[in-house]
């Protein structure tokens, strides 16, 4: 079992770049590593994905404009935003999947973009 703790939400201008962290308790080298985030009356939606081996993907709706990045050394994963909008605000999630019934979730970081 890994814990995920997620940081470097918070306020920022339409326009503007923040960086969320998402910290493992362990080891997350054999993980696929995801950010997911939740708009208030929204489902919950992928915003991006790494494997274990690097390979990432991105949600066409912030397609160059986010960047998912990790690093196993410091069991760590990042999400890089840019050119953000007003629509990105959302609570934003880690999430560890070694298998489909050994996921792990974060507890969540609130991201606001104001216009």
């Known amino acids: 079992q890994v814990q995920l703790v997620e940081s470097g939400g918070g306020l920022v201008q339409a326009g503007g770049s923040l960086r969320l962290s998402c910290a493992a308790s362990g080891s997350i080298f054999s993980y696929i590593m995801g950010w997911y985030r939740q708009a208030p009356g929204k489902q919950r939606e992928l915003v991006a994905g790494?494997?274990?081996?690097?390979?990432?993907n991105v949600a066409d709706s912030v397609k160059d404009r986010f960047t998912i990045s990790r690093d196993n050394g410091k069991n760590t994963v990042y999400l890089q935003m840019n050119s953000l909008k007003p629509e990105d605000t959302a609570v934003y999630y880690c999430?560890?999947?070694?298998?489909?019934?050994?996921?792990?979730w974060g507890q969540g970081t609130q991201v606001t973009v104001s216009s």
């Open positions: 790494i494997t274990s081996s690097g390979k990432a």
């Open positions: 999430n560890a999947e070694l298998s489909p019934r050994a996921t792990f």
